[in-house]
């Protein structure tokens, strides 16, 4: 059985009715339908409408606040601490990156943290929503799952704390880079084991440090920092820059989002936004962006290498292909999601008008 | 023949009568001698006294400014742009890191941008520049040769563009992450080669993508990022904000310094600094800080590990032995320091009154 593919717009309305027969309000059931689509139409598949049944398990628990007041607490001209009280994280993070636009056009650069938040999906959504205003972005989560020790250590408390950063070019694609601090997000090993498939050495440890290869034993290891003692280290900093500066968890405070669908989350992220035009001629910036861009294209290739690709092309591609060809969603899920919709009472996804 | 042990004001002196005797003004002579000190006070060796003799070499070509006129020239309430004017990259980068301090006292974050700078010793050094202000530093820079190709290629159009992060804690030592987007930072290969030593596999790769053993081959291949792909995106992105943004030389346009002592380097760096006190109580930041290194260190450990350790604390026991024993001065060095001695017509290191 083939892929279904439906337009981004037909998930997006999907999305939209099932978040609010969930119970949250037409605007806020609105934005979380347009940035879960936006992440299946990038490519993020692992981040897309994958985790709708996820979300309505942890939101029919009461794990989750379908009524959040999102607000300010904490306030300075180039920052904010925002309180999600425990609303979707995708809903307090575009709050959090539109305010760290406006104050990054006044100030030059500004930082939004936010605690109380959820799972927001992927990174590089948030660290883009600065490209538009011709803004460079950062962003730094703490994962919702503990799945890498300190360096040397066996006690799993760290996540895979993702980074992504989001730079405006000219004629080429955006910059956008969004990576796991560790060699292979969790969501890589699901799949592995779901394709009855052996990872790669390098991807996970065993508790003696030995490689772990069989996905199905993943609770068995670890995952591995990239660099080893530095992709900890980086772990770790984005930890505490997205959490702990933020009063968010961090360390043994997280909870594993898998497992436990009822206790507040306390999620960590950061928004940092940066202006360009405050260092110069932003044209002449973007310029120079897609001068670099062109000298890693055109660099002299290793044997058997047909190109060389830049951070982002690749989903900026995917963009494109999905816009035109529609997002392909594949027979297991389409199931999960036409029983979602006879739970929810909302048109299923293949008859969702849009 | 046994190390030299020098007491750090010792060393401080005579990098600064070397600096003075090489044309800087007397305060200038006195940062740079300070910052040098510090770094090989906190066991950065491969930045500190031993950079003496190459900066002295540059300096004297004429490569870099000794009278600098080091000014904003673009600024906002958050950040600040600053033309170094080809000075010494330490005298630039410790105003840059002053001005940040001052900025994000009032606006919670700032950052500031330098171009035509230069090297300026080990990134940490600037990175802590906030923590006796009781705030998080962050620094990147852009490297002064070019090791690295985009992934998959041959031209190296990169360098290890370090990242540094300095995190102020209670009771513990400040958290401070200092690495490199390699997995090896390339003082490391010139050491295992002066030592005839191989390096292990995953330094280096030929331009076949093999691994690369021999450091005495180090020209013949290039340093692995760390991750693979991801360190690639790393050191690219630290360059863009660190280079790019600044009008700053990136890519192709960075000078190898070992190779070229006369050209401008135009190097680009960048510190951003966060005030704690903006997200809530300082103390309890810190606390909550001290409360993650101990979760880190009491982690169980896997067989054979003695200890789990923190980035940062290992440089701060270095600062405290070698506050406490000296500093130690290998002969080979101490031989080329003694013979810039005489050149400069400054007393030798062991003559140096303090």
């Known amino acids: 059985m083939s892929d279904l593919r439906v337009p981004e717009a037909q998930l997006r309305n999907y999305i939209t009715h099932?978040?609010?027969?969930l119970g949250l309000p037409p605007d806020h059931a609105a934005c979380v339908?347009?940035?879960?689509?936006?992440?299946?139409?990038?490519?993020s598949d692992g981040h897309g409408v994958i985790r709708l049944p996820p979300y309505s398990r942890r939101i029919l628990a009461g794990g989750v606040n379908v009524r959040p007041d999102i607000k300010v607490i904490e306030e300075r001209a180039a920052m904010a601490l925002i309180d999600g009280d425990n609303g979707m994280g995708h809903l307090v993070m575009k709050q959090?990156?539109?305010?760290?636009?406006?104050?990054?056009?006044?100030?030059?650069i500004a930082w939004v943290g936010s605690r109380f938040s959820n799972h927001a999906g992927p990174a590089s959504l948030y660290a883009r929503m600065a490209l538009p205003h011709d803004m460079i972005g950062l962003y730094f989560a703490v994962g919702n799952a503990n799945h890498l020790p300190p360096w040397g250590g066996l006690?799993?408390?760290?996540?895979?704390?993702?980074?992504?950063v989001a730079i405006p070019?000219?004629?080429?694609?955006?910059?956008?880079?969004?990576?796991?601090?560790?060699?292979?997000?969790?969501g890589k090993v699901k799949a592995k084991a779901q394709r009855g498939e052996m990872m790669p050495e390098g991807w996970m440890i065993d508790r003696e440090g030995k490689p772990l290869l069989d996905p199905k034993r993943s609770e068995e290891g670890f995952l591995t920092p990239i660099g080893g003692y530095k992709g900890y280290g980086l772990s770790l900093i984005v930890g505490l820059l997205?959490?702990?500066l933020n009063g968010a968890a961090m360390g043994k405070a997280v909870i594993d989002f898998n497992k436990d669908s009822h206790s507040v989350s306390n999620t960590g992220q950061a928004i940092a936004v940066i202006d360009p035009s405050a260092f110069g001629d932003p044209l002449l910036f973007k310029q120079r962006v897609d001068g670099i861009v062109r000298e890693m294209r055109g660099s002299e290739r290793m044997p058997g290498v047909d190109r060389i690709w830049v951070p982002g092309e690749q989903s900026?591609?995917?963009?494109?292909?999905?816009?035109?060809?529609?997002?392909p969603i594949p027979p297991a899920l389409l199931q999960q999601l036409d029983a979602l919709a006879v739970q929810l009472k909302v048109p299923a996804l293949r008859d969702t008008r849009f």
């Open 169 to 186: 070019a000219l004629q080429e694609a955006p910059i956008v880079l969004d990576m796991a601090t560790t060699v292979a997000a969790y």
């Open 242 to 244: 997205a959490g702990t």
């Open 316 to 327: 900026q591609a995917k963009r494109v292909q999905y816009g035109e060809q529609g997002i």
């Open 18 to 21: 099932s978040m609010a027969a």
């Open 33 to 43: 339908g347009q940035l879960m689509a936006e992440a299946d139409l990038q490519g």
């Open 155 to 164: 006690d799993m408390l760290l996540s895979t704390n993702p980074i992504a």
């Open 96 to 108: 959090a990156a539109d305010l760290a636009v406006e104050k990054a056009r006044r100030c030059g």
